[in-house]
């Protein structure tokens, strides 16, 4: 996360106002320039006081020192992310505000004193290994969409534990003391359906008044649907799945281009599913237009168990693929390109941090 301390804490320095617990907030927020955790920005003039804050232990003075010197060369950064966070003197909690297109996270500098400033973000995936695909995700953002030289970036992934990711998630809203970010998918298999339960009961038990957490609600149905098209067919080595990857690009030309997000490719799509839900069959049936039609064994809606088209057959490979962070780049859709860069900017704006300083 960006930590910028705002332009009223020179005048709380130089007159020498501040408390020992908001000298001691000043001290942490030194720790995580010293660590890299966080990238520390702020106004000039405060910097400068702060470096020169006799009440301040000389790393501290010399970590503001350090600040205060790449603020030129690292100002631009703020002006690209979505939220960042912003100390300014006085007591109570965090809020969260907006100003053009970004949001504001406020904190008071005593709040400062009760975080854990030492810790980088924690981000909770639904299973510990997703945070590969997102991953490669920020970095084709980063690379790509930013056009930053570099950007270093600082979580620790926190294994969620499926359906009970709302638990862990509920843990770091309570304890209130560092920056948590939370992502969900929906489980949808189309559009309209209703959201899986992992993703509504963090959603649920979700506190908005808790500003240093947030909750990335994604509208797919799992990560797996992130992946595009001509990467999975150029590693495909089954037919069933060049059948599949076929039928989801004829959604496209049918202009359905988001039909890939909701796919199941774990499941695949069966007769019987279609035949129990009208919405999903009304969905599907117009975006595979003329694919969708009875089961051509003649077996009764009931007990048919056949597949309309086959789950994805090289589901390790992908995993692999992915774990093994091989860039990957969405821009063949612009509907998936969207999504890449809504899910890169959320990321790249709260897990920004700064190189390990030696001060």
Same mark, same amino acid.
Request: hydrophobic share 40%.
């Given at each position: 996360?960006?930590?910028?301390?705002?332009?009223?804490?020179?005048?709380?320095?130089?007159?020498?106002?501040?408390?020992?617990?908001?000298?001691?907030?000043? +001290?942490? *927020?030194?720790?995580? @320039?010293?660590?890299?955790?966080?990238?520390?920005? /702020? =106004? $000039?003039?405060?910097? #400068?006081?702060?470096?020169?804050?006799?009440?301040?232990?000389?790393?501290?003075?010399?970590?503001?020192?350090?600040?205060?010197?790449?603020?030129?060369?690292? +100002?631009? *950064?703020?002006?690209? @992310?979505?939220?960042?966070?912003?100390?300014?003197? /006085? =007591? $109570?909690?965090?809020? #969260?505000?907006?100003?053009?297109?970004?949001?504001?996270?406020?904190?008071?500098?005593?709040?400062?004193?009760?975080?854990?400033?030492?810790?980088?973000?924690?981000?909770?995936?639904?299973?510990?290994?997703?945070?590969?695909?997102?991953?490669?995700?920020?970095?084709?953002?980063?690379?790509?969409?930013?056009?930053?030289?570099?950007?270093?970036?600082?979580?620790?992934?926190?294994?969620?534990?499926?359906?009970?990711?709302?638990?862990?998630?509920?843990?770091?809203?309570?304890?209130?003391?560092?920056?948590?970010?939370?992502?969900?998918?929906?489980?949808?298999?189309?559009?309209?359906?209703?959201?899986?339960?992992?993703?509504?009961?963090?959603?649920?038990?979700?506190?908005?008044?808790?500003?240093?957490?947030?909750?990335?609600?994604?509208?797919?149905?799992?990560?797996?649907?992130?992946?595009?098209?001509?990467?999975?067919?150029?590693?495909?080595?089954?037919?069933?799945?060049?059948?599949?990857?076929?039928?989801?690009?004829?959604?496209?030309?049918?202009?359905?281009?988001?039909?890939?997000?909701?796919?199941?490719?774990?499941?695949?799509?069966?007769?019987?599913?279609?035949?129990?839900?009208?919405?999903?069959?009304?969905?599907?049936?117009?975006?595979?237009?003329?694919?969708?039609?009875?089961?051509?064994?003649?077996?009764?809606?009931?007990?048919?168990?056949?597949?309309?088209?086959?789950?994805?057959?090289?589901?390790?490979?992908?995993?692999?693929?992915?774990?093994?962070?091989?860039?990957?780049?969405?821009?063949?859709?612009?509907?998936?390109?969207?999504?890449?860069?809504?899910?890169?900017?959320?990321?790249?704006?709260?897990?920004?941090?700064?190189?390990?300083?030696?001060?």
């Amino acid at each position: 996360m960006i930590i910028y301390i705002g332009e009223a804490i020179r005048d709380f320095v130089t007159n020498g106002s501040l408390s020992p617990a908001e000298i001691g907030a000043l +001290e942490d *927020i030194a720790s995580a @320039v010293r660590s890299g955790d966080h990238l520390v920005l /702020g =106004d $000039g003039q405060s910097l #400068l006081a702060l470096s020169k804050f006799v009440k301040l232990g000389a790393s501290a003075r010399a970590a503001y020192k350090s600040v205060f010197v790449r603020v030129p060369q690292q +100002e631009s *950064i703020l002006e690209k @992310v979505e939220i960042y966070a912003r100390v300014e003197p /006085g =007591d $109570g909690i965090p809020v #969260l505000g907006t100003i053009g297109n970004q949001q504001i996270i406020s904190i008071p500098l005593l709040f400062c004193a009760d975080m854990n400033l030492r810790a980088p973000l924690e981000i909770i995936f639904e299973e510990i290994n997703d945070h590969y695909i997102y991953e490669i995700i920020t970095e084709w953002y980063v690379s790509r969409v930013l056009n930053v030289r570099a950007l270093d970036r600082k979580y620790r992934p926190i294994h969620g534990g499926g359906n009970r990711t709302y638990s862990v998630f509920e843990r770091a809203q309570r304890d209130n003391n560092l920056f948590c970010l939370c992502i969900t998918d929906t489980d949808k298999k189309y559009p309209s359906d209703d959201c899986g339960a992992t993703s509504t009961k963090v959603r649920e038990s979700n506190d908005i008044a808790k500003v240093l957490a947030h909750h990335l609600d994604l509208d797919f149905h799992e990560i797996e649907n992130l992946v595009p098209l001509s990467f999975i067919a150029a590693k495909s080595n089954s037919r069933h799945t060049d059948v599949m990857v076929a039928a989801l690009k004829s959604a496209e030309q049918n202009g359905y281009q988001e039909a890939k997000l909701f796919y199941d490719y774990k499941k695949g799509l069966k007769y019987s599913y279609l035949h129990a839900c009208p919405d999903a069959h009304r969905y599907w049936s117009t975006a595979l237009l003329g694919l969708v039609q009875g089961c051509p064994k003649g077996c009764q809606p009931d007990s048919c168990t056949c597949d309309l088209l086959k789950p994805l057959q090289n589901r390790a490979e992908m995993r692999m693929h992915i774990e093994q962070l091989t860039p990957i780049c969405p821009d063949e859709c612009p509907t998936l390109e969207a999504l890449w860069k809504s899910i890169g900017s959320t990321l790249t704006s709260w897990s920004a941090a700064a190189p390990a300083r030696l001060v």
